[in-house]
């Protein structure tokens, strides 16, 4: 059986990103995209990573185009993230969510969650120490609203 360790992704930058690497971090997945409405919550994303970071909480963002509101390259993604948001968390190079070639990673997180194809952009995963699911959030979920989980996780052994 797979787990959240078992995967890797591709950074913005070229650089290989290890799943492995987030062990005993609080992780939150999140598939974005710089043209939808709700690109606003990369603001509230950073946020939280920037609150967190230091008490073993990332924020790992997956752009993704699937939807038809990401950026045409990812470098044009990459900095309309921080010149809009001020992004500093990881970011991936593009990915699909649902289909075809399909992103692994995405492919096990439904499958953790019980629920089937990413609707929209945001869909947000929270990641307890332990490598486990602890919560699938929907799009319009505001990232301050997932503070309570994210404390709570960062708290647990």
Known sequence: MAAIYDFNETEMSGQKLQMKDYTGKVLLVVNTASKCGLAPQLEGLEQ?????????FE???LPSNQFHQELETDDEASDYCQVH???????????????DDEDPLFTYLKEESG????KWNYTKFLIGRDGQLIHRYAPTTKPEKIIP?????LLAE
């Open 48 to 56: 939280l990573y920037q609150t967190y970071h230091e008490q073993g």
């Open 59 to 61: 924020v790992l963002g």
């Open 85 to 99: 948001y001020g992004v500093i968390f990881p970011m991936t190079k593009r990915v699909k969510l649902n289909g």
């Open 115 to 118: 629920h089937g194809k990413i």
């Open 149 to 153: 989980a994210i404390e709570e996780a």
